[in-house]
């Protein structure tokens, strides 16, 4: 399967924040393993992509000073 619009763009976007292409090494690194961590979370049954949403929403929680 070939990478979406999306995956360049948030590689890209990753690359514009600073974060490495390539590791010490030689290999991808940050900018290309995050979207496809992004991919496999997606791809999953849908209980790893709301966990996450979850989670997200309590981190947010203390940024706010919601407790809902």
């Avoid at 600073?18 to 049954?45: A, H, L, Q």
């Avoid at 209980?47 to 940024?63: G, H, I, M, T, V």
């Amino acid at each position: 399967m070939g990478k979406t619009i999306a995956w360049h763009a948030y590689s890209m976007y990753l690359r514009d924040k600073g974060y490495s292409e390539e590791s010490k090494s030689g290999n991808p690194s940050t900018t290309y393993d995050y979207p496809n961590r992004v991919d496999r979370i997606r791809k999953s049954d849908g209980s790893n992509l709301k966990a996450l949403k979850l989670f997200l929403e309590f981190y947010r929680s203390f940024d706010t000073g919601d407790k809902k």
